[in-house]
């Protein structure tokens, strides 16, 4: 996880994906082995208090992968532009501050 506008790591993000929940780390990353299972679709929540939630859901359709961000009808967040990226086999989750 990166602050999208300092581009620096944010630590102690709560990451949940499923049933299983996640903290990073100092450099703002999350190492996931321990998930195992049918891949058909993966919802990703993270939340970090001062910053906007993320929400993705990870879906696979044939031979390729699908994701999908969209607003949160029951929050006060909005999605903005370019959130996160895939590099390789790392996804890049950039969180935006609060606006009080």
């Known amino acids: 996880m990166k602050?999208?506008?300092t581009k620096q790591p944010v630590e102690k993000a709560n990451v949940t994906?499923?049933?299983y929940e996640f903290e990073t780390d100092s450099?703002?990353?999350v190492h996931m082995q321990q998930i195992t299972?049918?891949?058909s679709e993966r919802k990703i929540i993270v939340t970090k208090?001062?910053?906007r939630h993320f929400n993705l859901i990870i879906?696979?359709?044939d031979d390729f992968i699908i994701?999908?961000?969209k607003e949160d009808a029951t929050s006060d967040w909005q999605v903005g532009e370019n959130s996160f990226a895939v590099l390789k086999d790392t996804l890049v989750v950039?969180?935006?501050k609060e606006i009080n």
């Open 3 to 5: 602050d999208k506008l």
């Open 17 to 19: 994906i499923e049933s």
């Open 27 to 29: 450099i703002g990353f």
């Open 37 to 39: 299972g049918d891949l």
């Open 49 to 51: 208090a001062g910053y």
């Open 59 to 61: 879906d696979h359709n």
């Open 67 to 69: 994701y999908k961000q």
């Open 94 to 96: 950039y969180l935006e």
